[in-house]
T-cell receptor
């Protein structure tokens, strides 16, 4: 049973560029949540997708957007990258997201130069 | 949303039990206590969760006080591979706008030594 997978594992971008990160949920899960983890801090909730719609959103600017596909996989897009966007981006999946246990992927390490 | 308080760090000897405390004095009646851990540079790993009763699985035991204001995660026989940051999280109630959002604090850095 495959767990949550994310791609790419590492990414280097420059300021002002745009980036797309991808996530495939655990088998049987239909809800995907994205988190940002800066160095030395705990993960911070970005948003959650269910039934191809954004259902919950954390305190992140509109530069952060996402999408969920019919097969439940998801993308996180960040526009106009800033140095402060450098972080580990984590995807977590769950079933219906109704307080159910979220399982995390290995993350994508983004470095903005 | 209920917040949690954990010690910043703790050490544990290999083979001994590790007892990780967590305070969540403002927890509401239908909020769960979740524990995750994160080994350096990896994604958080789910450990266990509970509502009122004590819980045990192959990884750990969770002891929740009767008033639900605090809990303890017990790793029965710590190994070097248990060195990680351990996060205690109160899962938002389904009746709030925040359900689905996990709020991570700084966690407890646990170091298991030989």
């Amino acid at each position: 049973d495959a767990g949550v997978t994310q791609s790419p594992t590492h990414l280097i971008k420059t300021r002002g560029q745009q980036v797309t990160l991808r996530c495939s949920p655990k088998s049987g899960h239909d809800t995907v949540s994205w988190y940002q983890q800066a160095l030395g801090q705990g993960p911070q909730f970005i948003f959650q997708y269910y039934e191809e719609e954004e259902r919950q959103r954390g305190n992140f600017p509109d530069r952060f957007s996402g999408h969920q596909f019919p097969n439940y996989s998801s993308e996180l897009n960040v526009n106009a990258l800033l140095l402060g966007d450098s972080a580990l981006y984590l995807c977590a999946s769950s079933f219906q997201g109704r307080g159910e246990t979220q399982y995390f992927g290995p993350g994508t390490r983004l470095l903005v130069l | 949303d209920a917040k949690t308080t954990q010690p910043t760090s703790m050490d544990c000897a290999e083979g001994r039990a590790a007892n990780l405390p967590c305070n969540h004095s403002t927890i509401s009646g239908n909020e769960y206590v979740y524990w995750y851990r994160q080994i350096h540079s990896q994604g958080p790993q789910y450990i266990i969760h509970g509502l009122k009763n004590n819980e045990t699985n192959e990884m750990a035991s969770l002891i929740i006080t009767e008033d639900r204001k605090s809990s303890t995660l017990i790793l029965p026989h710590a190994t070097l591979r248990d060195t990680a940051v351990y996060y205690c999280i109160v899962s938002p109630s389904k009746t709030t706008d925040s359900w689905g959002k996990l709020q991570f604090g700084a966690g407890t850095q646990v170091v298991v030594t030989p």
